[in-house]
């Protein structure tokens, strides 16, 4: 595709998520076995960057600095996307966006994450609108918003080759609160104005120090409950009255109903599979209580990766030092209303 001459340089940014309620009821067709399913998630300020500077022969250089990885091609043509690829997952996500763009031309792509490796909270999603965000603006194909939702979630399919939810690219495109009816339309996404500093109060992310595979993890639970599995089914029943609790919950802002909400969720969660959690979490889990946490979440397919905490604000660091002390990792993270943002110089 044609682009402007005049582009030197774009940015292009967009934030990860933690999921409140409702993840896995996100996958199709599950959603649609069961009715009137919703999810809750929360952009948060922990990032994914992508810079694209064009160059004036054909040369392309894909490189991403979480991976230390760097691929050199003389031009597009020496890009094949193999179906059957497993290599590096990020560099693979490149290629598969650049065979859908087919941007002309030579340029360089350097992607990078804030995020843990495996870490569970939608930075690869994360990543792939942010590459929406660089490749329209270098292209000069514009998608709307829900087109780029929909892109970003089936090219991510076909890089890990397992069916993925919809959910996780709705806080990196639009940011902040989002609360995602699961219809027979498809997904409806409504924002909501939210007290996100009293949000802040209450709230603690932690990385267990284990990656998750989440590709893996909703595999297992997809043919489970397509096999008719009735634990499965009726876990998935759980899952959705706890989402709808939250929506309700985040509606209102009742923040006295969260905790209760985050625990009635890790025990459908878990009721469904064993492999939502792990050794690290339950560990973390035993540790955050006795300190006075309230509740944990696990974030995303789970395994592994963070969860977050909700707790007391008057307890919160206090919570923070024993979760330290015990060997994880406290991240730095605030909600953000802020989704994809693209910079062209």
């Known amino acids: 595709m044609k682009r402007s001459r ?34 809750v998630n929360l952009a948060i300020d922990i990032r994914t960057y992508v810079t694209l500077i064009p160059r004036s022969d054909d040369k392309i250089i894909l490189s991403s600095v ?65 590459l929406c965000g660089a490749f329209s603006a270098f292209t000069e194909r514009v998608l709307s918003d829900e087109e780029t939702v929909t892109l970003a979630g089936n090219l991510e399919a076909r890089v890990i080759q397992t069916p993925t939810g919809c959910q996780d690219y709705f806080p990196a495109m639009y940011g902040g609160l989002n609360l995602i009816e699961l219809t027979p339309l498809g997904p409806r996404r409504r924002g909501l104005d939210f007290d996100m500093d009293e949000f802040h109060k209450h709230f603690i992310l932690i990385y ?20 008719g599995n009735n634990t499965t089914f009726e876990n998935f029943e759980r899952l959705k009255n706890v ?29 469904i599979s064993k492999v939502f959690s792990s050794e690290e979490i339950e560990r973390l889990r035993e540790v955050a209580l006795k300190a006075g946490a309230q509740a944990l979440k696990i974030c995303g397919a789970g395994g592994g990766g963070c969860v977050f905490l909700w707790t007391d604000p008057n307890k919160k660091d206090e919570v923070e030092n024993q979760c330290r002390q015990a060997g994880f990792q406290v991240l730095k993270a605030r909600p953000t209303r802020a989704g994809l943002e693209t910079k062209i110089s």
């Open 6 to 39: 005049l582009i030197k340089r774009i940015e292009s940014i967009s934030p990860t998520r933690v999921d409140l309620a409702g993840g896995t009821l996100d996958l199709w067709p599950l959603y649609i076995f069961h009715q009137d399913c919703v999810t």
């Open 66 to 130: 979480d991976t230390k990885t760097e691929q050199v091609y003389k031009s597009a043509d020496e890009i094949s996307v193999e179906v059957s690829e497993r290599g590096n997952h990020d560099l693979h996500l490149l290629k598969v966006h650049i065979d859908f763009w087919k941007p002309s031309g030579g340029f360089e792509l350097h992607t990078r994450s804030e995020s843990p490796v495996g870490a569970g909270i939608a930075a690869s999603s994360s990543l792939n609108i942010s």
């Open 208 to 227: 267990t120090g284990k990656p998750h595979h989440s590709g893996l993890n909703n595999w297992q639970i997809f043919k489970d409950h397509i096999d």
């Open 243 to 271: 989402a709808r609790g939250m929506y309700d919950a985040c509606n209102n802002q009742t923040w006295k109903n969260f905790g209760k909400l985050f625990d009635d969720e890790f025990q459908a969660r878990v009721g």
